[in-house]
């Protein structure tokens, strides 16, 4: 990457540098030409005004800085050159020549044609070795500037270089650390928030939820060693106590033991259900279902279990509405919710099922749930304290947010003082 760097910025310098070269040879002819130019028309009407002794005095006069004019009288040659060059054209046509003076630099470059006029061809030229050192000059500068260039291109790219790769290696080190089973190591992020900075908050955050999801499938398994160990303990007392159980009580036995098993045998039927919905593997059978229809089978469902625990059901309807969706699995999300309620608010409670428009709610008036608990009822075979005395899988609310995740629906808990409120919102 440093030298493509450099290399990269060596040919754009380079290019600039060659443009501005050209533009200063265009610059220089450009300037030559005009005073050239100017000089012709000079001397033609110079020519036409004046008489030809005239003529010689004014170009005898003439500022040798402007420009050197020659112009042959007979056998002489009056002017600022002492000779005119052979084969000389006529401008705008030029030729470059060199002279030789007395001064320090001896040898001059100039540019320069002959001009007709009345008294015969002049010769007018233009010294342009100058130009030539002003050239050579910036070209010699430019030459050491590409290579300056070069060389801090080089220096800064290994600087660079050696502090992405010094972060890299870190990077590298913690990532070792992470395979050997440290979880909780983190990538350091910096003040400069550049993209190494993003990288690593984002690689963050994959940690953070690899290692919740590493906490929740401990718990899991506490929560399956817990609630089975029960169930599978009965099992084994059971089937020792087969062997001295008289003839005519092993049915009664038998079936203890096979309600025992459907119990172990259920809870892991609904785990593998709720991965089917969760991943996506069960697909939903969608149709228009009205909310009004869904609440009242769940009142004509739900209205026996109430009245065994002497309690009362309500159904407030509002506005209505209607969502595409599976009706097995959606009746199966709320009815579950209804029978919490009714399980869990205790004697004489009141449980109201409310609808209105895409909301639905199902509040009761029982002990409620502790806020601390409110969103980890939610996770798999969670079952609070005072709710181990009913028989259950624990995955009943796991099952009911992932039904309503599904039918892209939301569902939150909250105090109803006193009570619980369930509210989902399609």
């Not at 089973?181 to 990288?199: A, K, M, Q």
């Not at 953070?208 to 303990?233: C, K, Q, V, W, Y």
């Not at 065994?308 to 599976?326: H, I, M, Y």
């Not at 309503?404 to 569902?411: F, Y």
Request: net charge negative.
């Amino acid at each position: 990457m440093t030298i493509v760097f450099s290399v990269l910025v060596t040919l754009i310098i380079g290019a600039l540098l060659f443009a501005l070269y050209q533009q200063l040879v265009i610059e220089q002819r450009y300037q030559v030409t005009e005073s050239l130019k100017a000089e012709v028309q000079r001397y033609q009407q110079l020519a036409k005004s004046v008489s030809r002794q005239n003529f010689a005095r004014q170009i005898e006069a003439t500022d040798s800085k402007a420009a050197l004019v020659a112009w042959k009288n007979g056998d002489n040659v009056i002017g600022a050159l002492s000779f005119m060059p052979d084969e000389m054209p006529y401008l705008p046509r030029t030729k470059d020549f060199p002279i030789l003076t007395a001064g320090p630099d001896k040898l001059h470059i100039l540019t320069g044609g002959l001009v007709k006029t009345r008294y015969g061809p002049v010769l007018i030229a233009s010294r342009t070795d100058h130009f030539a050192s002003l050239i050579d000059k910036f070209v010699s500068a430019s030459a050491t500037a590409v290579m300056l260039t070069v060389v801090f291109a080089l220096a800064l790219g290994f600087l660079f270089s050696k502090a992405i790769l010094r972060r890299l290696i870190h990077y590298n080190r913690l990532s070792k650390q992470i395979e050997q089973g440290h979880y909780n190591t983190r990538l350091p992020v910096s003040w400069r928030n550049d993209e190494f900075d993003i990288l690593a908050q984002k690689f963050n955050n994959v940690l953070d939820t690899l290692e919740n999801n590493l906490t929740a499938i401990r718990g899991i398994t506490d929560n399956i060693a817990h609630d089975l160990r029960t169930p599978l303990s009965h099992l084994r007392i059971g089937i020792e106590q087969l062997i001295n159980s008289p003839t005519d009580d092993l049915p009664d036995h038998c079936a203890e033991l096979l309600e025992e098993l459907d119990h172990c045998l259920g809870t892991f039927d609904a785990m593998l259900s709720l991965t089917r919905i969760e991943e996506g593997q069960l697909a939903l059978e969608k149709q228009p279902i009205e909310l009004h229809h869904l609440c009242h089978d769940l009142r004509d469902m739900a209205e026996a279990l109430a009245e065994v625990n002497e309690q009362t059901l309500l159904l407030n309807l509002g506005r209505e509405f209607s969502v595409q969706a599976d009706k097995h699995l959606l009746f199966q999300a709320l009815f579950n919710l209804v029978d919490n309620a009714i399980k869990y608010s205790g004697t004489n409670a009141t449980i109201e099922i409310r609808q209105n428009a895409n909301r639905i709610e199902i509040v009761d008036n029982g002990p409620g749930i502790p806020d601390e608990h409110k969103e980890k009822v939610f996770d798999r075979l969670v079952r609070l304290d005072p709710s181990r005395h009913h028989k259950g899988t624990g995955l009943g609310l796991s099952m009911v947010k992932a039904i309503l995740t599904r039918h892209n629906a939301t569902v939150k808990l909250s105090d109803n003082n006193p009570g619980l409120s369930v509210t989902i919102d399609f």
